[in-house]
């Protein structure tokens, strides 16, 4: 296991969160298809049955690992968004951390952004409202900075993808074994999204 | 089916597509551990007997699709780097063609990059290889680029594998749905590349 359990300080019971990483294991491993509520149970140390106190069903234990992986990614992105400075200061904490994160929790982050296809039609609802509300927070800083002639970016929209995609991919990529290590490449990240935005610097 | 068969010109005989596109689809439907050796012979209208005639596993098959992607991907961004003009303007062609391949093409794009754990040791050992002369060749022009200043980006390795991440998270979330269409994501993406370059414009 390379996941601590505190991925998830708001799950109760342990139980609860020891299934989550296990599962997180396993659907890394061999892909959500390819793993069984057994497999998922056995690696936390519990019976299927006792698996089942907690989650209806294996995909019940994807989308509270996926709904939970992108609620964070929303918290961190509004956080970094509505604090003080001006938006190149926020975007550049924005971009550091999101890509920080996804570099450090890379297995999870795979899983979250990985396995939408596999999410029920109503929970992939669910994850599709959390994406759409990242990606306006950050269109909207776009907006802002543009606004406020601290940004010269001709077209929001696709800078807000390409700064969640470059985010984002940073999971499929980065190893333990990556340089450089996950904060300075949030740092150089953000650095390659002011240039990107057109950032004007005093 | 999504994908044409003629993906894969170079493949012979026709029964060889016909299981590398019945592969792709499975293992994009249910990940390539769910997959079964049936599953892909059935949705080619096979037997499995007649895969094995042409394919000695599925992890072969697997191989065969993610070893053409990945020349394929080398083919294109060495074409590009190699082509007549400035440095801008061949990163603003390399960055618009690997876009719009990845979001042409992006069933078949997901399974040559996020199906790279399932390679056997030795056979992954070919397609990193390739990886690394893909990535050598973005950052080579990104040196030329900086060593004839029309590039003012600092961290030229960083750099590269920003690029080459942005062009292949498009595989991750676009759909036939997606705007804007996708040669027009690649000349958009092309801007944002140089702009993220600090490409300096007479």
Redesign the interface.
Known sequence: MTEPVDLWPDVRPDAAKRLMAAAVEAFAE?????TTTRDIATAAGMSPAALYVHFPSKAAVLFAISRSGHERALNMVTAAAGAPGDPLTRMRALVAGFTTWHATRHRVARIV??ELHALRPADFEVVADLRRRTERTVRDLIAEGVAASAFT???TP??A??IL??C???A??YTPESK?DPTE?GA??A???A????AVTA
């Open positions: 061999r892909g959500f298809h390819a952004q990985y970016v001709a077209d696709t800078a993808r390409a995609s470059l984002v991919d940073v499929r990529w450089p490449l150089r990240y650095d390659l999204v240039a990107m935005l057109g």
